[in-house]
């Protein structure tokens, strides 16, 4: 018999409304968090597109209420990560960080979606030096300094906007000659006097990786090859997200993107693995479509677990022990 | 909320507190979300090296020299002293078994 029906992972608003919801079907899910627990929404600020609150709530506020939702129908907490899957044998098994394993009938996939980093290798240096992607982490450490925006979406428009706060001058480097972000953002940002853009252009290098911290970046316009130097302090990156699926690979169908592939609903080409949010949406990415899609593989694991008796030995059959034991992490 | 086995640090007695012995200090902020997911982590790790590192928490807010010397310009960052040398600093969230690997190594 497995330990648990259903086991999810990821504690984003995917991963937590899917456990809401199995949670109330009497399912009494497993939840566990992963290394960025709460998701995206726990790196923003005012969340203001969330159905339901007229004047907005902060993004790790909006969290901490959706988990305490979940907690209250039962669902089972781990502050862990999982570092390895087999999905080739039923129950499922996953491995967490501390090597404790755990055995599941259904799996509902919500590890989202990092942060993507320059394709430049002088950015991953300076992490944590002046390079970051995370504005609301790290405003605060460029007070009177002036810094750089990659990126020309919502998320970079609301970054730079967020760093006028702190920085003496905002410089926007973005690859088009027009913004991908919503014309609300846009209208704020170009008004905004702190905020200059720099258009048609990418960033070649992060200076100075001798000095261990940020003194410049090499701008490259992309229409003119020309390359200029700009002194700055800081540059938050903010050019989309890479879905969180390596644990998955060979197990799981993925697009070339490496998103999971899903099907009628969400569920993957392997039955009984639902996958929610943004580790298998590269189109919305919304806080309340990933929700509304935890939604939907918590309804699609109910519809697969009514065919799978819970009291089921399904491991005699394959002779293979299923009790969480610990055993080293490979 | 946090274990009583964390300590505190502050910018003024740093220096003191990481002289001797294995230190690991987090270098925190109220206002970051990702520090907080940490927390617990830190709590952790607090009790399992009790008797043989210690482990502080040092908010960047209140006191800014720290990681000014480190050139710290994101949270959560770990500094991990030994004998009042910094042998490693890790930036972001890490997982309980990379931090705990890297004091291990210094025991």
Redesign the interface.
Known sequence: MADRRVVVIGSGPAGLTAALYTARANLRPLLIEG????GQL??TTMVENWPGFEDGIM??DLMTVMRKQAERFGTTVI???VSKVDLQKRPFRLTL??GKTITTDALIIATGASARWLEIDTDRKL????V?T?A???G???RGRPIAVVGGGDSAMEEAIYLTRFATKVTVVHRRDSLRASKIMQDKAYANPKIHFIWDSEVAEVKDVSK???TGIVVRNLKTGKLTELPL??VFIAIGHTPNTKLFEGQIELDPAGYIVTRDGTHTNVPGVFAAGDVQDHIYRQAITAAGSGCMAAIDAEHYLDDIPEDLDQTAAQGDAVQATAEP?S | MASEKVKTFTDSNFDDETRQGVVLVDLW?E???????LA??VDALAQEFDGRATVAKLD??ENPNV?GRY???????LLLFKDGQLVE?L???????EIADAIQRQL
């Open positions: 290394l960025e627990a709460g726990m790196l993004g790790p502050q862990d990560h960080g501390d992490s944590g030096h002046g970051s995370c609301t982490c790290d605060y450490f460029f261990g911290e940020v302090d800081g992490a | 902020a206002w970051c979300g990702p520090c907080r997911r617990p982590t960047v807010d990681p050139a710290v310009r994101g949270i959560p960052t600093q930036v972001g969230l890490k997982a309980k078994e």
